[in-house]
């Protein structure tokens, strides 16, 4: 156990709606990291969040979007659904600021069908 | 950014070590080079991380040569229990953050 979790489990939705996903950080940790995992694929990194603001973007159109909290949850936010945002979500906490300190700790993931 | 490759698949017996290598032949002066295990319907699990030369954890080696083009974790006596996909992982730190995953390498380990 992490420690992170994840909600939902799982979702549902149709093609152009909008989906919130939520992410509550491991106690302490002031960076959250979220990632889509395509089926049999590696982890795509979206974004992360340091002390509730955005400071690193992955390749990802501005439809993807996310809010971090000073009591360690976050959401990530997609709009207008597409069919290939069908993957596995995952959000990553870590204790950003330490010399070498970049461990980070996932979540079991939220799956996320478009329809 | 660093573009990271594994080998797809690999298989050994139990109780063998097992290496498997990452190639990263753009990474960055800053870059930071983690490896992660993940099983089915789980978050990737933290397994070591370094930066340059060897790092020893009690379940793993890390070892990255002195251009840091590749890295190779090594998993010494594996058991059943280690059949799991491995990723790769390059932090970049240089302006804004970045994390670039490997392919993943499906390791199978038979009795």
């Known amino acids: 156990e992490t420690g992170v979790t994840q909600s939902p489990t799982h979702l549902i939705k149709t093609r152009g709606q909008q989906v919130t996903l939520r992410c509550s950080s491991q106690?302490?940790?002031?960076?959250v990291s979220w990632y889509q995992q395509a089926l049999g694929q590696g982890p795509q990194f979206i974004f992360q969040?340091?002390?509730?603001?955005?400071?690193g973007r992955g390749n990802f159109p501005p439809r993807f979007s996310g809010l971090q909290f000073p009591n360690y949850s976050s959401e990530l936010n997609v709009n207008a659904l597409e069919l290939d945002d069908s993957a596995l979500y995952l959000c990553?906490?870590?204790?950003?600021?330490?010399?070498?300190?970049?461990?980070?700790?996932f979540g079991p993931g939220t799956r996320l069908t478009v329809t | 950014l660093a573009k990271t490759t594994q080998p797809i698949s690999m298989d050994s017996y139990e109780g063998q070590e097992v290496n498997i290598t990452c190639s990263h032949n753009?990474?960055?002066?800053?870059?930071?080079i983690t490896w992660y295990q993940q099983f089915p319907s789980q978050g990737p699990r933290f397994i070591i991380q370094?930066?340059?030369t060897k790092v020893t954890n009690e379940v793993a080696s890390l070892f990255i040569p002195a251009d840091r083009k590749s890295s190779t974790l090594s998993l010494p006596r594996v058991s059943l229990s280690d059949t799991a996909v491995y990723y790769c992982?390059?932090?970049?730190?240089?302006?804004?953050?970045?994390?670039?995953f490997g392919t993943g390498t499906r390791l199978k380990v038979l009795a």
């Open positions: 992982l390059v932090g970049s730190t240089s302006g804004t953050y970045k994390y670039i």
């Open positions: 990553a906490s870590s204790l950003a600021g330490l010399a070498s300190d970049y461990e980070q700790y």
């Open positions: 370094g930066y340059k």
């Open positions: 106690s302490g940790h002031n960076t």
């Open positions: 753009n990474i960055a002066t800053n870059d930071y």
């Open positions: 969040y340091y002390r509730e603001e955005e400071n």
